[in-house]
């Protein structure tokens, strides 16, 4: 059986999308002041940080939930415009990418608990994306259209 082609997202939404993701590395590189009392060196990229009880225990948690949040567009982005495989990697790329970035800046903390939650910030918007594709179309009479609507019967 042919499955219908996914919707494409329009020229607008995609350059939101985009604007979006530009306006998010742009506030990741941005030095600011840290909380952050761990500091150790190579922070993500370092087992001891992965492995240290301050890592998971420490920071405000509020800003764990920013991240998870602010990477939810990022994932429905991909999921719409990109192949699964492709559509989970590049957020999960570019989170990695962020935290390496952030090792060289000043005023920047690479920290294992951002890459967590970017990334499952970016797997809960692929997960709505894809929720939200499956969903049966609306007819004009406002109910769900059946799902062989428009197909003859076999005799």
Do not use: C
Request: aromatic share 6%; charged share 10%; hydrophobic share 50%.
């Amino acid at each position: 059986m042919l499955r219908p082609p996914a919707p494409r997202l329009s020229k607008v939404a995609l350059a939101i999308g985009v604007a979006y993701v530009v306006v998010l590395v742009a506030l990741t590189v941005v030095p600011t002041p840290s909380t952050d009392t761990l500091g150790i060196a190579g922070g993500a990229f370092r087992p001891e940080a992965w492995l240290t009880t301050a890592t998971w225990t420490g920071g405000w948690p509020g800003e764990l939930l920013a991240n998870v949040i602010l990477f939810i567009p990022v994932g429905w982005l991909a999921a719409r415009t990109l192949p699964l495989p492709f559509a989970v990697a590049a957020p999960l790329l570019l989170t990695v990418s962020i935290e390496f970035a952030q090792l060289f800046l000043p005023g920047r903390v690479s920290d294992p608990r951002d890459l967590v939650a970017n990334s499952v910030g970016a797997l809960l918007g692929i997960g709505l994306a894809r929720l939200l594709a499956r969903r049966p179309p609306e007819s004009k009479t406002g109910g769900a259209v059946p799902p062989h609507a428009g197909l003859s019967p076999r005799p």
